[in-house]
């Protein structure tokens, strides 16, 4: 059984690019969270979706990043434009309702 | 929303001796959850703890939660190098979302 499919696993780009970050959540899942690790900040969650539909965009640092959720099994994590600052593992993961949440391999964004 | 606190941050362990990571909140948790995420990788679901004082084992690990439900404790016995990893709790809240801990980073000395 796949579990949450991320893409791609290492971006590295110039600040002011646009970045786009996959995920497949886990087929029957109907929540997707999307997450930022690092070093100084810990886990944070960004946004989540029930049933593609977005809930809490609370932790979303700026009007930079934006997240879609166009069907059950796609996910998007957009940063434009990009900043150094933005560098961190992005994890996206997914759970069903009664269920515990299964984590991607993460996307190692590195921004110069 | 409201945040764990984990103790200690990092720990060196002894190859063969056991340590406890713990997890502190200032209110009352519904549920908590357990995490730990190896070097390089990603977060892998541990256990839930739901009831007041309750303890579950799974083969080394120990895990606990407080009478209070305030506090949480992981308490390993005869670690290995495959314990190496960082342990996170998290306070399961509405619509299953999760507010993670710092988590506690464990090395473990051969």
């Known amino acids: 059984d796949a579990g949450v499919i991320q893409s791609p696993r290492h971006e590295v780009t110039e600040m002011g690019q646009e970045v786009t970050l996959r995920c497949k959540p886990i087929?029957?899942?109907?929540?997707l969270f999307w997450y930022r690790q690092t070093m100084m900040r810990g886990l944070e969650l960004l946004i989540y979706f029930n049933n593609n539909v977005p809930i809490d965009d609370s932790g979303m640092p700026e009007d930079r990043f934006s997240a879609k959720m166009p069907n059950a099994s796609f996910s998007t994590l957009k940063i434009q434009p990009s900043e150094p600052r933005d560098s961190a593992v992005y994890f996206c993961?997914?759970?069903?309702?009664?269920?515990?949440?299964?984590f991607g391999d993460g996307t190692r964004l590195s921004i110069l | 929303g409201q945040q764990v606190m984990q103790i200690p941050q990092y720990q060196h362990v002894q190859e063969g001796e056991d340590f406890t990571t713990y997890c502190n909140s200032s209110?009352?948790?519904?549920?908590i959850q357990w995490y730990k995420q190896r070097p390089g990788g990603h977060p892998v679901f541990l256990i839930q703890?739901?009831?007041?004082?309750e303890v579950k084992k799974q083969k080394r690990l120990t895990f606990q939660f407080g009478e209070a439900k305030k506090n949480s404790s992981l308490h390993i016995t005869a670690t290995q190098t495959t314990d190496v990893g960082t342990y996170f709790c998290a306070e399961v809240g509405g619509n299953n979302r999760l507010a993670f801990g710092k988590g506690n980073q464990v090395v473990v000395i051969p």
């Open positions: 209110t009352t948790l519904s549920n």
């Open positions: 993961a997914s759970s069903s309702w009664d269920t515990f949440q299964h």
């Open positions: 703890l739901v009831k007041s004082g």
């Open positions: 087929s029957g899942h109907d929540y």
